[in-house]
């Protein structure tokens, strides 16, 4: 028989809503907490809104060893859909699961909606700062996007200030291979965001360049890009409109290789600009030319 949903925490306030998220991230070990289930590994299903993406192979095949050796301390957080169940809290728990051959699986089931769940969720996550510093910047925008939390209400649901959450999610409007190196844990929030001020996608990837190149500390490159700002701007130049085969060609070269790729084009000659992040990029493209 299908539960009786609850009205929506959201409804009732975000103070009521904070106090549950922080009762996720803190759930009692099993040996205190009677109310959890045991659940089929296969019956969980992960919740395609998570807002961490990626998850570090080495730290997970840890984890399953120790799952393998204690098992599973504490439950993963679900809720019922239909006869599935869907995580709330507790996927990297559930994954290396999976790598330790463990089929049963502790789980505390809640009666959420998907509103209810993808707000708990996020800020559970975020609560506990296992997100890389990008997925952060997104997690905090959903909340603000999709359920209208402002930047107060974010810092206080994640115990930051407001200042370091405007902070976060300022780094969103980095161009995409700018935020793969911050992603990647290449280029510091802090020297990302310096970064920020400038609107070119040309302009960020190059500074991001030098400064990675160059192995500049923050405050190395708060003097580089202060002194970039002082230097007095050309005049633009006319783009000349490429070809629309070029850009064509352009894009899926991008797609390739995974980098900008700027074609100069020219009536009699032109050249190809692979743009690339230091000596591991540079290899890891060397590779991918040489096949």
């Not at 463990?102 to 707000?119: C, E, G, L, R, S």
């Amino acid at each position: 028989m299908a539960a009786t949903k609850k009205k929506s925490s959201l409804g009732k306030g975000l103070n009521s809503l904070f106090d549950e998220a922080l009762s996720v991230a803190t759930e009692e070990h099993l040996e205190g907490n009677p109310d959890y289930v045991v659940l089929k590994w296969n019956d969980i299903d992960p919740d395609k809104s998570q807002p961490r993406k990626v998850f570090d192979e080495d730290a997970l095949n840890v984890l399953a060893e120790s799952i393998a050796t204690h098992g599973i301390i504490n439950p993963v957080i679900v809720r019922k859909v239909d006869d599935r169940y869907v995580l709330i809290a507790g996927e990297r728990r559930w994954r290396a699961a999976k790598l330790a051959g463990v089929t049963d699986i502790p789980a505390i089931v809640k009666d959420y909606d998907a509103q209810q769940t993808a707000v708990v969720a996020l800020i559970d996550n975020l609560q506990r700062e296992d997100l890389n510093t990008i997925e952060e910047a997104e997690g905090m925008q959903r909340l603000m996007d999709e359920f209208n939390f402002t930047q107060e209400q974010v810092a206080k649901s994640v115990g930051k200030s407001r200042p370091a959450v405007a902070n976060t999610v300022r780094l969103l409007t980095l161009c995409e291979p700018v935020k793969k190196l911050v992603s990647d844990g290449m280029l510091p929030p802090g020297q990302a965001r310096l970064l920020c001020s400038f609107d070119e996608e040309e302009r960020q990837i190059k500074y991001a360049n030098d400064i990675l190149t160059r192995g500049m500390n923050t405050r190395q490159a708060e003097q580089y890009i202060a002194k970039i700002k002082e230097e007095p701007k050309e005049p633009k130049k006319e783009k000349k409109e490429k070809p629309i085969y070029i850009s064509d060609i352009e894009q899926k070269l991008e797609d390739k290789l995974q980098t900008k790729v700027a074609i100069n084009y020219g009536a009699k000659k032109g050249s190809i600009e692979i743009a690339f992040f230091g000596d591991d990029e540079l290899d890891r493209l060397y590779e991918l030319l040489m096949k």
